[in-house]
Every structure is written in C-alpha cells, then in structure tokens.
C-alpha cells in the first residue's frame, strides 16, 4: 500500500495522464480515484463518476456525452453529458471493463482528438479532463476474447495502480478495522476504544472475499448492536 501511495502522489502532480486502477471489487478502487483528483491541481474542477455496468450501451453514451434537442424522441432539451459537466476535472469511470465496444470506440476517439460530438450533434466540443478508470475483470484477457478494445486499454493503462486483496494487506486489517471502530463508535454514540486480542486474531485469519467494503461493514454492524 506504501507502493500505491507512491504512485498515486505521481499521478497527482501530472495534470492530465490516464490512470488505470485494477483489483477485486471493495478494496479501495474509488477511494483512489478521488484521492488522485482532490490532491492535485484539479481539486477546484467537478469529480464525474459513472458506473459503467448501470447503463445500457445507448444511455451510456448518452450519460457521458450528452445529447441536441431532437436527437430522439425524448429528447425536448439539449442535454449536456458528464464529458461536458467535468470540464478542468476528472472522469472516474467505475467498472469500464463492462463497456460496450460502441461506446468504447466513442471514448477512445475522445482521448485521441480531446473533443467530442453530443449525440445528434454536428459541433465539436473540446474539453480539459483527467480519465481515471476502475475495474475489477482482467482487461488483457477481456482483450483477447475480443470484449475490450486493444486501442483503448493502452491509451486508458498510461499509469497502472493495483490494490491487492485486504486479506493479503497483511495487518492493515487491524488498522483499518481500528479506523472503522472509531468512526462507528462516533456515529453510534458508544465508548468501544479497542479490539481483544482474539478478535484481533479472528480478523487476521479471515480472508475477506468482500475486502475493505466486508470489513467495513462487519464493524459498523458490530458497534451498533454490541454493547459490552
């Protein structure tokens, strides 16, 4: 974890490189992302995130880039996309492993030319943003099986930052199971100052298929329905 922080401190002091954060779903992907867009220069800018595996390919499309008045049939007004909304700031773009190669193509033809059409628009809209995408598939395998363009993993893939699994984090998991005491015993209004010994050996040995978001959850359960 030392590593990734090393590495997200680089990315921050860049302006512009695409980052690539890759691991299991719940080990801190997001909270990347928004620490690589609040410590550096585009901290004042708007923080964009999408979920890529919520929308279907056309509403994704649409979510991103926007749409003219008259592009469909409900389209009564101009709409502008998160592309447009984040200009100065940073795309996040959660899960981009479950993009469509349609729409792939679209965010890569961004990237390359940093300008974009709204969905039945003719004018090009040219914008300033930082693209941080997350996954937890294997994009390279995604790759060869022919699911996720080669183009556009390399242009994503510029900086690389892995989170490994809580359970191979070694005692981080007492850390952060001591942070999350800590702040649920806030929330809750209750005085738990520590954990026992033997739970501290129960949280060690666990392997926690849901990671940090498993542990979290765990400990805001614990705190509100414990009470010696």
């Given at each position: 974890m030392r590593g990734v922080r090393e590495l997200i401190d680089k990315v921050v002091r860049s302006k512009a490189t695409s980052v690539l954060i890759t691991g299991e779903s719940g080990t801190g992907k997001e909270l990347v992302a928004r620490a690589i867009h609040y410590r550096g220069d585009r901290?004042?800018?708007?923080?964009?995130?999408?979920?890529?595996?919520?929308?279907?390919?056309?509403?994704?499309?649409?979510?991103?880039f926007g749409h003219e008045r008259g592009a469909f049939t409900d389209a009564t007004d101009t709409k502008k996309g998160l592309v447009e909304l984040c200009d100065g700031g940073t795309l996040f773009l959660d899960e981009v492993g479950d993009m469509s190669l349609p729409t792939q193509a679209k965010l890569l033809r961004f990237i390359d030319h940093r300008n974009f059409k709204r969905v039945g628009g003719?004018?090009?809209?040219?914008?300033?943003?930082?693209?941080?995408?997350?996954t937890?598939?294997?994009?390279?395998?995604?790759?060869?099986?022919?699911?996720?363009?080669?183009?556009?993993?390399?242009?994503?893939?510029?900086?690389?930052?892995?989170?490994?699994?809580?359970?191979?984090?070694?005692?981080?998991?007492?850390?952060?199971?001591?942070?999350?005491l800590r702040e649920f015993a806030r929330k809750f209004q209750k005085r738990f100052?520590?954990?026992?010994?033997?739970?501290?050996?129960?949280?060690?040995?666990y392997s926690w298929p849901g990671n940090v978001r498993e542990l979290r959850n765990v400990l805001e359960r614990v705190v509100l329905l414990e009470e010696g």
């Open positions: 901290a004042k800018a708007p923080l964009m995130e999408v979920n890529c595996s919520s929308f279907h390919e056309n509403l994704l499309e649409n979510e991103l003719a004018r090009d809209i040219s914008v300033d943003i930082r693209i941080v995408a997350a937890n598939k294997d994009l390279e395998a995604e790759v060869r099986a022919g699911r996720f363009r080669e183009d556009l993993y390399f242009r994503l893939k510029v900086v690389s930052i892995h989170l490994p699994r809580l359970a191979e984090r070694g005692d981080d998991v007492l850390m952060l199971a001591r942070h999350f100052g520590d954990i026992a010994p033997a739970a501290a050996q129960m949280l060690r040995d």
